[in-house]
């Protein structure tokens, strides 16, 4: 199994920076694919931030030129950096992370435990 561990929210004045940070642990044999989803209280879960394993990123158009993904590929753990941050920033943030277990298999698709984060105007 591979468990993921969130960590970073908090409280910040808009305008203001957080760093999430999320550590894949457990049987890690690969990652393909590291994601950042937010959910807002009573909206839908949608996607935020996605890098690939050749390090290409995805971005929601909201967050484009504030938030940057990154990963550190020796500590399984993938970043999200957000600048600039606005109160409709405010959401609890998850991370989901995709891969196999083994060179064969199976393949494994795990979720964070979710981080707030609340902007305030």
């Known amino acids: 199994q591979v468990q993921l561990v969130e960590s970073g929210g908090g409280l910040v004045q808009s305008g203001g920076s957080l760093r999430l940070s999320c550590a894949a642990s457990g049987s890690v044999f690969s990652i393909l694919v590291m994601t950042w989803y937010r959910q807002a209280s009573g909206k839908q879960r949608e996607l935020v931030a996605r890098?690939?394993?050749?390090?290409?990123?995805n971005y929601a158009d909201s967050v484009k030129g504030r938030f940057t993904i990154s990963r550190d590929n020796t500590k399984n753990t993938v970043y999200l950096q957000m600048d600039t941050l606005k109160p409709e920033d405010t959401a609890v943030y998850y991370c989901?992370?995709?891969?196999?277990?083994?060179?064969?298999?199976?393949?494994?698709?795990?979720w964070g435990q979710g981080a707030q984060v609340t902007v305030s105007s």
């Open positions: 989901n992370v995709a891969g196999f277990t083994s060179p064969m298999g199976p393949r494994y698709n795990a």
């Open positions: 890098i690939l394993g050749d390090d290409s990123t």
